[in-house]
């Protein structure tokens, strides 16, 4: 296409077609195979029954709007954290946050770090917004707060953590990431995704909530999709108030649809739904690392609900052939090249019968 075609045209501002565009995991098997979804981090017990009949039940009224601050969600979200509803922002799902947060404080020019195998759309809300994107080496597969913190400079505006991380499943504990915080300008917004919170089961992790509560840049994001409402879209930040009124400032303003806001209200309450779940991963979290390092597969120690299993270099068993296998099977996994792990795959701790389906399947896999 020439010069004269592209001038006849709306074009996007420099750099947005740079972004390399996210890309899901798979969700469909061969026609007549059963499919075991193991790609997306979704609740393998499903949404809460609560939930369900609290969506069922807002059918009859679609035609009106939703509250556009979502208030009894925000006050049902506070009661069972302990927070105050004024600090805290629900959603269209965390992404929409963290692009908000990139919208609002960052520039052209400016810098935003994140960790080098950190969630994808940390780049992609970075590039949207004219910044630089850092990305920072881990160590161990594990964010290494030492080189975060050599990597602030004087155009640092925004330092985008997962904790736990996404597709690792490794974590910092809180004594971490507060030394982090210590460390940082104050002008520079310490965002802490805490997506996969519920599932972690350490002493010292600590979501983010008494270091928000203490300071005036940090903010926690947190999501439903984890935990049983990922097609809900629903999520939510907890901030001080004066990033929690730029927030509102520009969000859409009924950014929350009525049936996730009564289907949130729910499942947040439904503390026994979210007991079983976690309770089942936990159970099934080690099992599913026992066994794969059984099969002489290497597992990254995951407080998650996944994990990363990683393949020989011997070509013939590599992460590619084993995805193409699994495939065939019904058994879908998520290919990670894109966030550095060329020879991984990331696995959802699913079903009973999901997981013990993928260890045999990937047994035979190995002996081929």
């Not at 940082?184 to 802490?192: E, F, G, N, T």
């Not at 996969?196 to 994001?221: I, P």
């Not at 794969?292 to 994990?307: D, I, Y």
């Not at 699994?326 to 996994?333: C, N, P, S």
Request: proline fraction near 5%; glycine fraction near 8%.
């Amino acid at each position: 296409m020439d010069k004269a075609q592209i001038q006849a045209r709306p074009t996007p501002r420099a750099g947005i077609m740079d972004i390399e565009a996210y890309v899901p995991g798979k969700s469909t098997a061969p026609a007549g195979v059963r499919l075991f979804k193991l790609s997306s981090n979704e609740n393998p017990l499903g949404p809460s029954p609560k939930a369900i009949e609290a969506a069922r039940d807002v059918a009859a009224r679609l035609d009106i709007y939703p509250d556009g601050s979502a208030r009894r969600l925000r006050e049902a979200i506070g009661e069972v954290h302990g927070l105050n509803p004024a600090n805290i922002v629900c959603s269209n799902g965390s992404d929409e946050i963290l692009g908000l947060l990139a919208q609002i404080y960052l520039a052209p020019g400016d810098e935003a770090i994140f960790t080098e195998h950190g969630f994808m759309v940390y780049r992609i809300y970075i590039q949207a917004a004219g910044a630089v994107p850092v990305a920072v080496k881990e160590t161990d597969e594990r964010a290494d707060v030492d080189a975060i913190l050599a990597a602030v400079t004087e155009r640092t505006k925004i330092i985008f953590l997962a904790n736990p991380n996404n597709p690792t499943g490794t974590y910092l504990p809180f004594q971490e990431v507060r030394r982090l915080h210590s460390a940082l300008p104050k002008s520079v917004l310490l965002v802490i995704d805490a997506a996969y919170a519920e599932y972690v089961r350490r002493n010292d992790y600590e979501a983010g909530v008494e270091l928000v509560a203490g300071n005036e840049n940090v903010v926690m994001t947190r999501t439903f999709s984890k935990i049983g409402l990922g097609g809900a879209r629903l999520g939510w930040m907890y901030g001080p108030l004066h990033i929690v009124d730029a927030v509102n400032r520009v969000r859409g303003p009924f950014n929350v649809n009525a049936t996730a806001i009564e289907a949130g209200i729910a499942a947040v309450h439904d503390r026994e739904h979210i007991a079983r779940s976690v309770e089942h991963n936990e159970r099934w979290l080690a099992w599913l690392t026992d066994e794969f390092t059984k099969l002489g597969l290497r597992v990254t120690p995951s407080v998650g609900n996944f994990v990363l299993i990683h393949f020989p270099n011997d070509g013939k068993h590599s992460a590619a052939a084993a995805d193409d296998y699994l495939t065939a099977r019904g058994y879908i996994l998520r290919r990670v090249a894109g966030y550095g792990f060329p020879n991984a795959l990331r696995m959802t701790v699913g079903t009973e019968e999901a997981n013990r389906g993928v260890v045999a399947a990937l047994a035979e896999f190995l002996k081929s």
